[in-house]
């Protein structure tokens, strides 16, 4: 059923309807690479700040110029029981088995499909409409001292109901409004906000100062058209790809950043890089290899070998490099592994080390059932504060300074060959 997409070693017209319904756009002649816009691309365009970046701004890499991209999206050679994409369906194998397409062309297609999204489907209108209907919504909400929801609000302001959610969202993250029940769906201005404000006018001063402005919004939508950083690790495995190099160089000559993010089981493929990266991630996603083969369902022989010798050679490259840990609670991370993965990051010896909690969206949800698990989603989902715990345990034991955290990311970063004083936002390309 996998190869249905796949006729005469050409990926079908029905394979992009798939992903094409989404997001995605599916891109280049021989239809394998993909380029998807992340939550945080948005969620940047929505204010221009930098509270609204992703986890990567510590990098110096800005969310709204952000190219999310995969050269190799149907093929990977792990079944990972994390990955949020449809595996179930949408993988098509193991090994790259189309002819590739060129490093420029696929670059240049990716620029003017990211331009024509956020022109035509993250329009800069909607934000400053959003921004209206924001100040509407807490100037409503502070005449009219009740509770409100999202239909009496979206019925007494005369504005759809998606519109009135987003603007709710956004007030609720900067705490100006506040949910008073368990369904989340009842909502009152903040005491801090309705003790001081009492104007249209106050609310936009305080919007402007602690929020955003409309010259920001209008700013970072224009900035948005000009990407500035590939993150070559949306779907598959990018280093199947074999033109990856040349991919590399095309991002470079651009005067645009990249990270890749490889499962390191291509040891090769990075060996013979003709152009790295500015940043290669390695997933380390197991403190051994019976973990190993339970979380990745790994589709090649010598899965686990191939990985220690990718982490042999990461000191000998000449790119900044980092090993994440992706963290599944009760799996693959437990206090009992710090000592199994201290070993295998000091043998490495990469520049940042890296705890990040897998995200529980889109087909992710089917862990339990790819598990062959009766356990719940929870059991599942490490906690900010479970992984923080065992990030400051990381820490002491294996003597890697924690620089950063990001709460909403779930994010835990160590230097490790790196000065832990130095900054680490990357200047160039």
């Not at 997409?5 to 050409?10: D, E, L």
């Not at 609204?52 to 190219?67: A, P, T």
């Not at 992710?364 to 400051?392: G, H, V, W």
Request: aromatic fraction near 10%; charged fraction near 25%; hydrophobic fraction near 35%.
């Amino acid at each position: 059923m996998k190869n249905q997409y796949i006729v005469n070693n050409k990926i079908t017209n029905d394979f992009v309807e798939k992903y094409t319904k989404t997001t995605y756009r599916i891109i280049g002649r021989n239809k394998h690479t993909a380029i998807k816009p992340c939550h945080w691309l948005e969620q940047k365009l929505l204010t221009g700040r930098d509270n609204r970046n992703c986890y990567k701004g510590i990098f110096g890499i800005q969310s709204h110029r952000c190219l999310q991209n995969t050269p190799s999206m149907p093929f990977c050679n792990h079944q990972c029981v994390f990955c949020w994409r449809d595996i179930e369906l949408g993988s098509l194998g193991s090994e790259f088995i189309v002819e590739p397409d060129e490093p420029k062309d696929l670059v240049d297609e990716m620029i003017r499909h990211q331009r024509d999204i956020i022109k035509n489907h993250l329009p800069l209108r909607r934000y400053l409409e959003n921004y209206e209907i924001m100040v509407d919504t807490l100037n409503f909400m502070l005449s009219n001292d009740e509770n409100h929801n999202i239909n009496s609000l979206s019925r007494n302001l005369h504005v759809s109901k998606n519109k009135v959610d987003r603007a709710v969202n956004l007030l609720k993250n900067q705490k100006f409004i506040t949910a008073i029940d368990d369904s989340l769906k009842n909502y009152r201005v903040e005491k801090e906000i309705s003790c001081c404000i009492d104007s249209r006018d106050e609310i936009i001063k305080l919007f402007n100062l602690a929020l955003t402005t409309p010259d920001e919004i209008m700013q970072v939508h224009g900035e948005a058209m000009n990407p500035n950083h590939a993150a070559i690790s949306l779907d598959g495995e990018p280093l199947l790809y074999p033109k990856i190099g040349g991919l590399v160089e095309e991002f470079r000559n651009r005067n645009m950043t990249s990270f890749i993010v490889t499962n390191g089981t291509l040891p090769e493929r990075i060996e013979s890089l003709n152009s790295l990266p500015s940043q290669l991630y390695i997933t380390l996603p197991a403190p051994n290899e019976t973990v190993y083969k339970k979380v990745c369902r790994p589709m090649i022989k010598n899965g686990w070998s191939k990985i220690s010798d990718t982490l042999d050679l990461v000191e000998s490259l000449s790119c900044r490099s980092l090993v994440r840990i992706t963290a599944i609670k009760n799996l693959n991370l437990s206090e009992n592994y710090i000592k199994d993965y201290i070993k295998l990051i000091d043998k490495a010896n990469p520049n940042f080390f890296e705890i990040k909690g897998f995200t529980l969206q889109a087909k992710a949800l089917m862990i339990n059932e790819r598990l062959k698990s009766d356990k719940t989603l929870q059991y599942y989902f490490p906690e900010y504060e479970y992984l923080e715990e065992l990030a400051l345990k990381f820490e002491e034991i294996g003597d890697f300074p924690l620089i950063y955290t990001n709460k909403v990311s779930r994010d835990f970063l160590f230097a490790v060959n790196w000065d832990k004083d130095k900054d680490p936002k990357i200047i160039t390309p």
